[in-house]
């Protein structure tokens, strides 16, 4: 649709490119119909009082909730993941998770800690300053719905020529003259790009505030994880410490059959070596110690030096076995990355009413009030009342390209958010078989365990018996240590799925939010 208006003796021809054709074309046969001088400027001053609340391009629609029951396909609302020798889990399909879930582990330790991570981070001053700059710059657009008035002054020495006047004014003298006075601008946004730019303004606001909630969810669950790290490898070692003072038994038993002449110097040699090399598993294992520890100390916001970590346990700790999660639908009003997909979103359809806007004629008016005289004589007011149009005739194509580039920078924004929902579903998905499956995987390393702690016993006695060699009795122990080992670690791994399982589904942010 095309829209003609006359401008003096020039017929300006518009491109309507939008939904709201009608309207505008209507708008601007408004324009058209009022002559020059105070009833054009009344006329534009009714138009703009018209027009408020009006503005071009799309209205923001918040993105559809999704509409699957599950994360897996077949599970049951309530699922059980049960692991011998230790806690049975019972994941609840619909359930609330408290923003302080860290508190599930019912370690005060790690309470302290998370605490303190939340507050000191240098992370989240980051995103905190991110989000006031965000905040004031809602306060920026915002002031363009306003009259802008600023102060005006001029002094002056001139001297007139024959081009001012003709010949005469050649013999005027010269003179010294100054103005100073208040001027002050409205632009009367007719197609609302300056409420577009507010709009704007207030969706990358909420990118910044989701980008903070992720923050803080994201350095709770590091900080938590690695508490766990430090927990976890605290426990290997006293694994392996247990293992060397099992070589160490294991040595005197053949010396004392050295000395009895039932053993040869090769089996003492040979049990000696198992020791040495049991022993070399501790520097790895203190080198992840330090590591977890430090890693600590950068969450907190201090440097190693200047703060140590506790001495956290597994044995401190307790595995959640009530474990709630929100439905799929909730997820999308849960999770901090996809509520800042859906501002982006927001963001996107904002830039295509700006571009929108960018077609259509700018109304403004000025004024100006001013005292003007010589700096040795009379002085006057002086005052002027000013009304404006600035209407694109030709830029080449670029307002309407600008304008498509919007709409496919909005397209790429909410495929963006389909795909953060999708990548969302899986993690959780992933989590949830990870916790069934690390379940077998402690009943398996229990029972491995305690095969492998019977063969050893069994062996021992054999060999003190005479009745096997020392190579047999090594490879039981070096069994029992594989399956010690192997069991802390899928013992931790209950504990870190189950702690990835709170962050995938946002953290208990949405009870945060209802709080609010």
Not at 194 to 202: M, N
Not at 381 to 409: E, K, M, V, Y
Request: proline share 3%.
């Amino acid at each position: 649709m095309f829209c003609g208006l006359r401008v003096g003796k020039t017929r300006v021809v518009l491109d309507g490119g939008s939904n709201d054709e009608a309207f505008h074309c209507r708008m601007i046969a408004i324009v058209a119909e009022w002559r020059t001088g105070y009833r054009s400027l009344f006329g534009l001053i009714l138009m703009s009082a018209g027009a408020a609340g009006c503005a071009v391009g799309p209205d923001f629609v918040t993105p559809s909730q999704p509409h699957e029951t599950n994360y897996v396909m077949g599970q049951a609302v309530t699922a059980k993941t049960p692991a011998l020798g230790d806690a049975t889990q019972q994941i609840h399909l619909g359930g609330v998770l408290e923003t302080d879930w860290w508190t599930r582990l019912r370690s005060p330790e790690l309470d302290r800690t998370v605490t303190l991570a939340l507050s000191s981070n240098r992370t989240l001053e980051i995103a905190r300053a991110n989000l006031s700059k965000a905040s004031e710059e809602i306060k920026v657009a915002r002031a363009g719905l306003l009259p802008q008035l600023d102060a005006t002054g001029g002094l002056a020495r001139q001297q007139y020529g024959a081009y001012f006047l003709g010949p005469e004014a050649a013999t005027f003298p010269a003179f010294s003259a100054y103005t100073g006075g208040v001027g002050v601008n409205y632009d009367l946004d007719v197609f609302g790009r300056t409420r577009r730019s507010i709009e704007l303004a207030a969706a990358d606001k909420d990118v910044q505030q989701e980008a903070l909630r992720a923050a803080q969810l994201g350095i709770a669950g590091d900080t938590v994880l690695e508490a766990l790290q430090v927990a976890s490898t605290r426990a290997q070692i006293d694994v392996v410490n247990s293992v060397v003072a099992s070589d160490r038994r294991t040595l005197g038993l053949v010396q004392a059959r050295l000395a009895a002449g039932a053993a040869s110097d090769q089996d003492v040699t040979t049990a000696q070596s198992q020791m040495d090399r049991d022993r070399t598993l501790l520097p790895a294992l203190r080198q992840q110690l330090d590591m977890a520890q430090d890693a600590l100390a950068t969450l907190v916001g201090s440097a190693p030096a200047d703060w140590s970590a506790p001495d956290f346990s597994l044995a401190g700790m307790r595995l959640p076995q009530d474990v709630p999660l929100v439905v799929p639908s909730e997820l999308v009003r849960s999770r901090p990355d996809i509520r800042a997909a859906e501002a982006q979103l927001h963001a996107a359809s904002a830039q295509v009413g700006i571009a929108t806007a960018d077609l259509y004629p700018r109304f403004t008016l000025g004024a100006n009030v001013a005292e003007q005289g010589l700096l040795n004589g009379p002085a006057g007011a002086a005052w002027s009342l000013i009304g404006g149009i600035t209407a694109p005739i030709f830029h080449g194509g670029a307002l309407t390209a600008n304008r498509r580039a919007a709409q496919d920078a909005y397209q790429a924004a909410f495929a963006q958010y389909q795909q953060t929902v999708l990548t969302a579903f899986r993690q959780i998905a992933d989590t949830l078989h990870a916790l069934k499956n690390g379940a077998d995987a402690v009943t398996a390393q229990q029972r491995a365990l305690s095969s492998a702690t019977r063969s050893l016993t069994l062996n021992r006695e054999a060999y003190t018996a005479g009745n096997t060699t020392i190579l047999q009795v090594l490879d039981a122990q070096r069994l029992q240590q594989l399956a010690g080992l192997s069991l802390v670690q899928a013992r931790t791994e209950r504990f870190v799925q189950t702690v990835n399982l709170f962050v995938a589904a946002g953290g208990g942010l949405k009870a945060s939010r209802e709080a609010e």
